[in-house]
C-alpha cells in the first residue's frame, strides 16, 4: 500500500509569468525556423514550392496537393497547463482564416501534439506524447521531413 509521502507529487499551482515567456519565446523559434516573417517590397514575389503563411499562434506550409499546421493552445492564466502545440499533416489545400471556403475541404492524414517542458535542463523544450524530446530546430526538421513526405505521397491530378 502506498503511503501519502510515496506518491509522486503534481504542481497545481500555475506556471510562472518567467515559465510562460519562455515557452512562447520558443513557440516564436519554432514558427520563425518554419515560416518567418517575411517583408517584402512591392516588385518581390515570393517563390517557393512551398507558401508560407504565418499567424500570431501557428503557421501553415501549403505545398500543391498537401500541407502542414501549426497551431499553439496555450494554456490558461489560471490554469497548471502549460498549453500544447499541434502539428497536423493534410491532404489538399488547407483553407485559411477569412479566405474564400474551398468545394473540396483537406483532410487530416496524422496529427501530433507535443507539449513544453516547464524546467527543461537544456534547449529540449518540447516533449511529445512518445516521449521523444525535442528543440525547436529539431521539431521543425520533423515537421519539414512530414510535408515532405506527404508531399512526395500525395495523388497526382
Avoid at 497548471?80 to 492524414?109: C, H
Avoid at 524530446?133 to 500525395?154: F, I, M, P
Wanted: a neutral charge.
Amino acid at each position: 500500500m502506498q503511503t501519502p509521502s510515496d506518491r509522486p507529487t503534481i504542481a497545481v499551482s500555475s506556471p510562472s509569468s518567467k515559465t510562460r515567456n519562455a515557452i512562447q519565446r520558443a513557440v516564436t523559434a519554432l514558427l520563425d525556423e518554419l515560416a518567418p516573417e517575411r517583408v517584402l517590397k512591392r516588385s518581390e514575389e515570393l517563390r517557393v514550392g512551398v507558401e508560407q503563411h504565418r499567424t500570431p499562434s501557428g503557421c501553415v506550409l501549403q505545398a500543391e496537393k498537401a500541407a502542414l499546421s501549426v497551431s499553439w493552445f496555450s494554456g490558461a492564466a489560471n490554469s497548471p497547463a502549460l498549453g500544447e502545440l499541434r502539428v497536423v499533416v493534410w491532404n489538399g489545400i488547407v483553407s485559411r482564416r477569412g479566405s474564400p471556403r474551398r468545394k473540396e475541404g483537406a483532410t487530416v492524414v496524422s496529427e501530433m501534439v507535443v507539449h513544453p517542458i516547464e524546467e527543461p535542463s537544456d534547449d529540449r523544450v518540447w516533449r511529445a506524447s512518445d516521449g521523444v524530446d525535442y528543440n525547436a530546430s529539431d521539431l521543425a526538421a520533423v515537421c519539414t521531413r512530414l510535408l515532405d513526405k506527404q508531399v512526395a505521397s500525395a495523388p497526382s491530378a
